[in-house]
């Protein structure tokens, strides 16, 4: 995804507003993935777009001055710690909803509270994913990251649809790569229903003989297409990413915020298409990270002001709507934006059929289970480890089964 403040700017033109006084300087801190920044050039092209979406900012409310800062994510708390203890933290942090959980945990940034008004328009499953254990709110999702299947046209003309399609003869020389990180693995629980014992076991109940059974044919499935001569499984999807742009792999799973670099190094070959759902499962739902916005520690009243101001702006259905049609690789948080680009972007379609589901329960559900088991470092590594190992037969998928549900069942209220 290109810099959050890329898609600011652009929603910004023509805002025309205009507040006299006493300039307000707001200090920024953004993560940026290693796919957002590769070489020097891009670096040059994102500073260039912050500039520009700088002088936006005046145009929207002149009072304001933004001091930006770009990060990576190796270190990204500790930094964001030392500043802040030192009196010179950000008034305002942009990053992902798991790096979200890791600052409150730290007590780097405060709560956030929205009237009803505020809350329209964004599904309760999102917040759901950045609200901590005490049902506080840590910041506001702005925009959502939807993790899709990306491949090369020039060696696959039709890629599956679904799990079965995987073993097809048609693909029998096709090159799969997926991660074996739970965040970008997690989207396979759906095609067994093993998310839903997960949740189970995560408000403290445990999962009945049947409901174990998904969870263990889940994990047979994942050590099947560990045996295939034409999948491989890597570690990070940092080297997913590598592979497949060398040509090793033919298809991978990746994230939107991928597209850009994707498409600047293999143009025309790119080919993108929605995940793998279960053939006997129609409503398969499209897995998302959040881009969240958070308050820092140390605002003056008036730093303050401005940033929650800036905040309630860009969930504004035309403000995102504009961000999401230039850049082409993230998804609105906005359900009215949502309706407009759905059919634009890749995944989008699914996405917006989750922001329609009547009654929401089972989204609710599902989204309590990401945030439980992304917002908790520890209960993550557990649990990405017992995956590795019964990859690499170190455990079978039964005792990996029993690993997870007494893992999961560790939530404390």
């Not at 047979?220 to 499984?233: A, D, P």
């Not at 293999?266 to 080919?271: H, M, P, Q, S």
């Not at 702006?313 to 948080?333: C, D, G, H, M």
């Amino acid at each position: 995804m290109l810099a959050a403040f890329a898609g600011i700017g652009l929603s910004m033109n023509g805002c025309g507003t205009s507040n006299a006084g006493i300039p307000v300087v707001l200090r920024v801190a953004k993560t940026v993935g290693i796919e957002e920044i590769v070489n020097a050039e891009d670096y040059e092209e994102l500073q260039s777009k912050i500039q520009s979406v700088i002088r936006e900012f005046r145009d929207y409310d002149s009072s304001i001055r933004i001091k930006l800062a770009l990060y990576d994510n190796e270190n990204f708390v500790n930094q964001i710690s030392n500043q802040t203890w030192a009196g010179f933290g950000p008034d305002i942090i942009i990053t992902d909803s798991n790096t979200t959980h890791a600052l409150h945990e730290k007590g780097l940034i405060d709560t956030v509270e929205l009237t009803t008004p505020q809350r329209e328009g964004t599904p309760d499953h999102l917040f759901q994913l950045v609200t901590n254990r005490q049902g506080k709110l840590l910041g506001r999702p702005v925009a959502q990251y939807i993790q899709v299947a990306c491949y090369n046209k020039e060696k696959i003309t039709n890629p599956p649809k679904t799990k079965q399609e995987f073993g097809n003869d048609i693909h029998k020389e096709t090159t799969f790569g997926m991660s074996l990180n739970l965040k970008d693995i997690f989207w396979t629980t759906e095609l067994y229903g093993a998310e839903q014992p997960m949740a189970s076991a995560m408000r403290g109940t445990a999962p009945d003989a049947q409901s174990k059974k998904k969870i263990t044919d889940w994990l047979h499935w994942l050590e099947h297409m560990s045996y295939q001569q034409n999948v491989r499984f890597m570690n990070s999807q940092q080297s997913l990413r590598s592979s497949f742009l060398e040509g090793n792999l033919d298809w991978i799973t990746c994230w939107s915020s991928s597209l850009p670099e994707l498409r600047r190094k293999l143009k025309d070959k790119l080919g993108v298409s929605p995940l793998p759902k279960n053939i006997n499962k129609d409503k398969f739902q499209s897995i998302t990270k959040l881009q969240v916005w958070s308050l820092g520690l140390n605002s003056s009243k008036a730093q303050r002001e401005k940033a929650l101001g800036l905040m309630d702006f860009i969930t504004k259905p035309w403000a995102q709507k504009t961000y999401v049609l230039e850049n082409r690789n993230s998804f609105p948080v906005n359900k009215n934006a949502a309706k407009i680009v759905a059919s634009k972007i890749v995944g989008g379609e699914q996405a917006l059929a989750q922001f329609e589901l009547r009654g929401g329960s089972d989204e609710l559900r599902r989204s309590f289970t990401n945030s439980v088991v992304f917002r908790d470092p520890a209960r993550y590594k557990v649990i990405t480890t017992a995956l590795q190992r019964t990859i690499y037969d170190i455990k079978t998928p039964k005792e990996t089964t029993d690993l997870i549900i007494e893992t999961m069942m560790e939530e404390k209220s």
